[in-house]
């Protein structure tokens, strides 16, 4: 299979070369080619029909979806893999708003998109046209950034400032709105004008005083920590970190979403912290006299209680983003700027002797040793932490992983160790149910040639699964792994830890057939309910050339440990032993 961007290097050279008067559609896409845009994940309408007949003629390389949640989140998947902006585009009204909730999902989680919405027409906007909805309104608070283009002639500077916005600082979603009339009427095409934005001037270089006030932090510390988050991979520094823990030897855990921005096989990583976290990960963290984070922005899923957190630690803050820092813990040495430069400058800096975190390189690792990640194997029901460390076996780690929000998606953070960047593929900040399938479409069209594992929950696959027309219309080679506990897994959990057993409408005693619906869509199909049969089974999911369906009936009543329960600090864990 070719990369997305051989097969359209092409049609965009083709697409750049052409002059003379465009019209607003065919600025948009000439407009994607000089951005380099490899592949649009989409869904067309009436409001976007012009630009969509531009498709038609140029032969750009549009994703069909089924729905416009699913184009959104593969676009997303394509954007965590390769770093670059996903391009989405869809038609007005519900189209549109059905791109809310993956816009809202990238916001969180740093991703950078570039959405492209249709409008109604500049003079009926306002007027509860028919599918007309107030995207700028709507997106406000959960874009990077929006557009809606008034004019045909300031279309492709758009473009342009989109592109510009959503890659550079903190990446982000960035949202144009394009009234259908602007999209038809005609004007001559140029990109040679700069972006220049005043008020907008993200800073990249770090202080070098307050660089300087970090490694003498380190040379004082006597139990020193790296906190590390999806700032290193957006920054594209984990061969920096590499260097600067090989320098340092500082134990290192990462938050969900930093995971793959260094080794996870490496004894200096303690692991994911958090509430799921691993015990010497979280003691770590309480136990620390100095906490570096290196693009985190201290979710309160990583933190817990505010007050527990880090309680004897002096705290240091690199990230791109100002806002960030001391947004939500008080920071002692805030840095602002990107991470690759941020650790550039560590790396350059005198980091003297380090013999005096002996004694808590010891510490850490006795945690590490004594206090692993546990479950309890069954003669026969399938345990979903063994599914998920068998994946890991048969991939040699080799692989791309995406996930859904819930119980599938912590036991894959806690047994899938990822050794490499980008790698990793979830919805961390949202928690979006129905992400992981889609999202492996936009991750195997970005990386053909490595296996892409889409690890998704019974409840959430039935969200996007319409999907499997991708899959079964481009064969694309995603194995997709149902986790199936025939409940909302982690809803249960809580409910049987802190609403005494009361499950609300989150067990389903009637489930559809899945591999029928697989086989429905053309996809081979595998289920398995035998703990004797899952090797075999996840043997010949893999040995299959193209995309396979394999349902995995796990233990219900199975629940995510160790945990920190609400209230509680690092320190109070349950179920850190086995139970």
């Given at each position: 299979?070719?990369?997305?961007?051989?097969?359209?290097?092409?049609?965009?050279?083709?697409?750049?070369?052409?002059?003379?008067?465009?019209?607003?559609?065919?600025?948009?896409?000439?407009?994607?080619?000089?951005?380099?845009?490899?592949?649009?994940?989409?869904?067309?309408?009436?409001?976007?029909?012009?630009?969509?007949?531009?498709?038609?003629?140029?032969?750009?390389?549009?994703?069909?979806?089924?729905?416009?949640?699913?184009?959104?989140?593969?676009?997303?998947?394509?954007?965590?893999?390769?770093?670059?902006?996903?391009?989405?585009?869809?038609?007005?009204?519900?189209?549109?708003?059905?791109?809310?909730?993956?816009?809202?999902?990238?916001?969180?989680?740093?991703?950078?998109?570039?959405?492209?919405?249709?409008?109604?027409?500049?003079?009926?906007?306002?007027?509860?046209?028919?599918?007309?909805?107030?995207?700028?309104?709507?997106?406000?608070?959960?874009?990077?950034?929006?557009?809606?283009?008034?004019?045909?002639?300031?279309?492709?500077?758009?473009?342009?400032?989109?592109?510009?916005?959503?890659?550079?600082?903190?990446?982000?979603?960035?949202?144009?709105?394009?009234?259908?009339?602007?999209?038809?009427?005609?004007?001559?095409?140029?990109?040679?004008?700069?972006?220049?934005?005043?008020?907008?001037?993200?800073?990249?270089?770090?202080?070098?005083?307050?660089?300087?006030?970090?490694?003498?932090?380190?040379?004082?510390?006597?139990?020193?920590?790296?906190?590390?988050?999806?700032?290193v991979l957006h920054a594209g520094a984990a061969e920096e970190l590499t260097a600067f823990v090989e320098e340092t030897n500082i134990p290192l855990v990462s938050t969900l979403l930093g995971l793959g921005s260094y080794p996870g096989n490496n004894q200096n990583h303690l692991g994911m912290?958090?509430?799921?976290?691993?015990?010497?990960?979280?003691?770590?963290?309480?136990?620390?006299?100095?906490?570096?984070?290196?693009?985190?922005?201290?979710?309160?899923?990583?933190?817990?209680?505010?007050?527990?957190?880090?309680?004897?630690?002096?705290?240091?803050?690199?990230?791109?983003?100002?806002?960030?820092?001391?947004?939500?813990?008080?920071?002692?040495?805030?840095?602002?700027?990107?991470?690759?430069?941020?650790?550039?400058?560590?790396?350059?800096?005198?980091?003297?002797?380090?013999?005096?975190?002996?004694?808590?390189?010891?510490?850490?690792?006795?945690?590490?040793?004594?206090?692993?990640?546990?479950?309890?194997?069954?003669?026969?029901?399938?345990?979903?932490?063994?599914?998920?460390?068998?994946?890991?076996?048969?991939?040699?780690?080799?692989?791309?992983?995406?996930?859904?929000?819930?119980?599938?998606?912590?036991?894959?953070?806690?047994?899938?160790?990822?050794?490499?960047?980008?790698?990793?593929?979830?919805?961390?900040?949202?928690?979006?149910?129905?992400?992981?399938?889609?999202?492996?479409?936009?991750?195997?069209?970005?990386?053909?040639?490595?296996?892409?594992?889409?690890?998704?929950?019974?409840?959430?696959?039935?969200?996007?699964?319409?999907?499997?027309?991708?899959?079964?219309?481009?064969?694309?080679?995603?194995?997709?792994?149902?986790?199936?506990?025939?409940?909302?897994?982690?809803?249960?959990?809580?409910?049987?830890?802190?609403?005494?057993?009361?499950?609300?409408?989150?067990?389903?005693?009637?489930?559809?057939?899945?591999?029928?619906?697989?086989?429905?869509?053309?996809?081979?199909?595998?289920?398995?309910?035998?703990?004797?049969?899952?090797?075999?089974?996840?043997?010949?999911?893999?040995?299959?050339?193209?995309?396979?369906?394999?349902?995995?009936?796990?233990?219900?009543?199975?629940?995510?440990?160790?945990?920190?329960?609400?209230?509680?600090?690092?320190?109070?864990?349950?179920?850190?032993?086995?139970?």
């Open positions: 299979m070719l990369h997305a961007s051989e097969q359209t290097e092409e049609k965009n050279k083709n697409l750049q070369e052409k002059s003379g008067p465009c019209s607003g559609a065919e600025i948009l896409l000439r407009s994607l080619a000089k951005e380099n845009v490899d592949v649009i994940f989409g869904y067309p309408g009436g409001a976007i029909l012009p630009t969509y007949d531009e498709i038609y003629k140029l032969g750009i390389n549009h994703i069909l979806a089924r729905h416009e949640q699913g184009a959104i989140h593969a676009a997303e998947g394509y954007a965590r893999v390769t770093g670059k902006p996903g391009v989405c585009i869809v038609t007005s009204g519900p189209g549109a708003t059905n791109v809310v909730t993956g816009i809202a999902d990238a916001m969180i989680d740093s991703l950078p998109l570039v959405v492209i919405t249709g409008q109604v027409g500049t003079k009926v906007i306002g007027t509860d046209a028919f599918q007309e909805a107030d995207m700028l309104g709507i997106t406000m608070p959960i874009t990077k950034h929006n557009y809606q283009v008034r004019s045909v002639e300031e279309l492709s500077q758009t473009v342009k400032e989109a592109f510009h916005i959503a890659q550079s600082g903190r990446p982000g979603p960035v949202l144009i709105d394009l009234p259908k009339d602007i999209s038809q009427q005609e004007t001559l095409f140029s990109y040679n004008k700069p972006v220049y934005l005043p008020g907008y001037q993200p800073n990249a270089r770090p202080n070098k005083q307050q660089i300087r006030k970090v490694l003498e932090s380190i040379q004082t510390a006597k139990k020193p920590v790296l906190l590390t988050g999806a700032g912290a958090g509430m799921h976290g691993t015990y010497a990960a979280n003691m770590a963290l309480h136990e620390a006299d100095f906490l570096l984070n290196i693009g985190s922005r201290f979710d309160d899923r990583l933190t817990g209680v505010l007050e527990h957190f880090a309680p004897d630690a002096k705290i240091a803050h690199i990230d791109i983003d100002p806002a960030e820092i001391g947004k939500n813990i008080h920071v002692d040495i805030p840095v602002v700027g990107d991470a690759k430069a941020a650790l550039t400058l560590l790396l350059k800096g005198n980091l003297g002797s380090l013999s005096q975190h002996d004694k808590w390189r010891e510490q850490t690792q006795r945690w590490k040793k004594d206090y692993p990640l546990w479950y309890k194997l069954d003669k026969e029901t399938i345990k979903p932490q063994e599914l998920i460390e068998k994946l890991y076996e048969e991939t040699e780690g080799e692989a791309i992983v995406t996930t859904d929000v819930g119980q599938h998606q912590m036991w894959a953070a806690q047994f899938f160790s990822f050794n490499k960047p980008n790698r990793w593929v979830t919805s961390g900040g949202l928690g979006t149910m129905g992400f992981g399938f889609p999202a492996a479409i936009g991750a195997q069209i970005a990386e053909p040639e490595l296996p892409v594992i889409a690890i998704t929950g019974d409840a959430g696959f039935q969200m996007t699964l319409q999907e499997m027309s991708i899959l079964q219309e481009l064969q694309l080679p995603v194995k997709i792994v149902i986790v199936n506990n025939a409940s909302l897994g982690m809803v249960r959990q809580w409910q049987q830890l802190f609403h005494g057993e009361r499950y609300s409408h989150s067990l389903f005693p009637i489930q559809p057939n899945f591999t029928k619906l697989a086989e429905a869509y053309d996809i081979k199909a595998i289920k398995v309910d035998k703990r004797s049969k899952l090797g075999d089974a996840i043997k010949d999911t893999f040995n299959h050339q193209g995309p396979v369906l394999l349902e995995v009936c796990v233990a219900q009543e199975e629940n995510v440990y160790p945990m920190i329960c609400p209230g509680q600090g690092h320190h109070c864990m349950e179920g850190v032993e086995p139970l």
